[in-house]
């Protein structure tokens, strides 16, 4: 074989391979972006920032509790994805319309809230750095309602006066189905709805539960109770009675969720599945704990609105 021909049987080698391996990227490429993604039964949003109290609260969060969720199920509102936080289950949106401000909470509760309903989950739990949630048992306790039907679940009762959906008390998880979302967001639109729970922050000291409760009291929704939402700050020993039975806990530091999900890893799987307990002891524990919980963000609560007012 002649030097050109041996030339330009090479050129045309090179061709093929080029074409092969361009075709193969695109087609991999294609697969990945119309191949669909899955839809969470229930999204967990968790809303944080980027001071570093949050910055330890996300990691313990989710080196915890949120290890193991399934694709979808997990939204950061807040802040961008750290180099060291690899998760590539997660979805991350910096909201840069928020501030990093208690103002700023309620803004990232709307923003998760519509970011969860885009998802097409059936439930968008609001959370955040300093919540310690129980998937497997949240989930059971949700599977006893329809997803499709408007309602809002939370510790009722945090400034009702200004919320006649009967007030929300959001520090336990604030939670609301495909149904609810149906008519706080797509019957508006998302940006009236942001609008609307941005002016309603505004009305009310920038508290993200009592606008998402006013949004909802505007589509004639009523928060109901759901048991087991832990809302207030507990001690080590009242955190290892409570374990085996609520379904989130507040105010928690890292090193106490690290406590907590190592006591849990400690116990016979069998035990974990079974779900709650749900024993009389724990439901009158429960109840004296979130009234005294009520009052007491009443009273705070009314302290900053009167502050925010002047």
């Given at each position: 074989?002649?030097?050109a ?21 695109t087609?991999?490429?294609?697969s990945?972006?119309?191949t669909?993604?899955?839809v969470?039964?229930?999204v ?11 910055r ?8 915890t ?21 690899i ?6 949106d ?7 401000s208690?103002?700023?909470g ?6 998760g ?6 998802s ?5 739990v ?15 306790a ?6 499709q039907?408007?309602r809002?679940?939370g ?21 609301f ?13 998302v940006?009236?709805?942001?609008a609307?729970?941005?002016?309603e ?13 006013r949004v909802?009291?505007n ?5 109901q109770?759901?048991l087991?939402l832990h ?16 379904l989130?806990f ?16 400690s116990m ?11 024993t ?19 009273q ?11």
């Amino acid at each position: 074989m002649q030097a050109a021909e041996l030339a330009r049987s090479s050129s045309e080698l090179d061709r093929m391979l080029w074409w092969k391996e361009t075709t193969t990227t695109t087609a991999t490429w294609l697969s990945k972006t119309l191949t669909p993604q899955p839809v969470a039964a229930v999204v967990y949003s968790i809303g944080t920032g980027n001071h570093s109290a949050a910055r330890l609260g996300l990691q313990a969060c989710l080196s915890t509790w949120a290890s193991n969720l399934p694709a979808g199920a997990l939204q950061i509102i807040g802040r961008d994805q750290p180099a060291e936080m690899i998760y590539s289950a997660t979805a991350w949106d910096p909201a840069p319309e928020c501030e990093d401000s208690h103002a700023g909470g309620a803004c990232k509760d709307a923003v998760g809230l519509v970011k969860g309903y885009k998802s097409g989950t059936g439930w968008v739990v609001l959370l955040g750095d300093d919540n310690y949630v129980f998937p497997h048992r949240l989930e059971l306790a949700l599977a006893q309602f329809d997803p499709q039907e408007p309602r809002v679940l939370g510790i009722p009762g945090c400034s009702a006066a200004q919320c006649s959906a009967g007030g929300l008390c959001g520090g336990g998880g604030q939670v609301f189905s495909r149904g609810a979302l149906e008519l706080m967001i797509r019957a508006s639109g998302v940006e009236a709805f942001l609008a609307e729970q941005k002016k309603e922050a505004e009305e009310v000291g920038n508290f993200g539960d009592l606008a998402n409760c006013r949004v909802a009291s505007n589509r004639s929704l009523h928060v109901q109770e759901l048991l087991g939402l832990h809302g207030w700050a507990e001690c080590n020993e009242e955190l290892a009675k409570d374990s085996l039975e609520a379904l989130t806990f507040h105010y928690i530091t890292p090193a106490q969720m690290f406590q907590v999900q190592k006591s849990l890893d400690s116990m016979p799987s069998a035990l974990m599945e079974t779900g709650r307990l749900s024993t009389s002891e724990y439901v009158q524990r429960y109840q004296q704990a979130k009234l005294k919980h009520v009052n007491e963000q009443q009273q705070r609560r009314t302290s900053l609105s009167a502050l925010h007012r002047s």
